[in-house]
C-alpha cells in the first residue's frame, strides 16, 4: 500500500471507532427514552376528576416526569459522561489526523485529498514516539 491509502486505511478505521462511540450513546438515550416512556402511566393522577373542588394540577405530572427522568439520567450520567470524553478525543485524533496528513475533512462527505501545500504543523498536537516510530 502507498502511504496515502495507508493515511485513509487508518482514517477509516478511526471514522469508524467513532461512529462506533455515538451508537452507544444513541443506544443509552434510546434506552432511557424507553423506560420514560413506560413509566408514563404510572405517573399520571390516580384520579382525574376533581377531588374536594380542587382542580387537579397540571404541572405535577410534568414535575413527576422530569424528576424522574433526572433519577434515571443520573444513573447512567458516569457511563454518557465517560462516552462523551472519549467521543471528543476520538473526534479530536480524526481531526488532527486529517490536519497531519493534509486531507480536507467534511462531516457530510468522505475525506479528500486536499490541494498540495503546507500544513500548519504548529496547529498540530505533539505527536507521540509510537506515531514517530510508525508514521
Known sequence: M????????????MEEARRQ????L?????????RMTAMIPQLKPKRTGYRRGKVPDPSAFLERYRSHLAAITAERQPE???????????DALIEA??????????RAAAPHQSAPGPVDRAALPPRSQKEYDHG
Not at 462511540?21 to 452507544?24: A, L, T
Not at 489526523?97 to 467534511?106: E, I, K, N, Q, W
Request: proline share 2%; with cysteine; aromatic share 2%.
Open 2 to 13: 502507498t502511504p496515502a491509502s495507508d493515511c485513509l486505511v487508518q482514517l477509516a478505521r
Open 21 to 24: 462511540i455515538q451508537r452507544q
Open 26 to 34: 444513541d443506544l443509552i438515550d434510546r434506552q432511557i427514552t424507553r
Open 80 to 90: 454518557i459522561d465517560a462516552l462523551s470524553r472519549k467521543l471528543a478525543r476520538q
Open 97 to 106: 489526523h486529517c490536519l497531519r496528513h493534509g486531507f480536507a475533512r467534511d
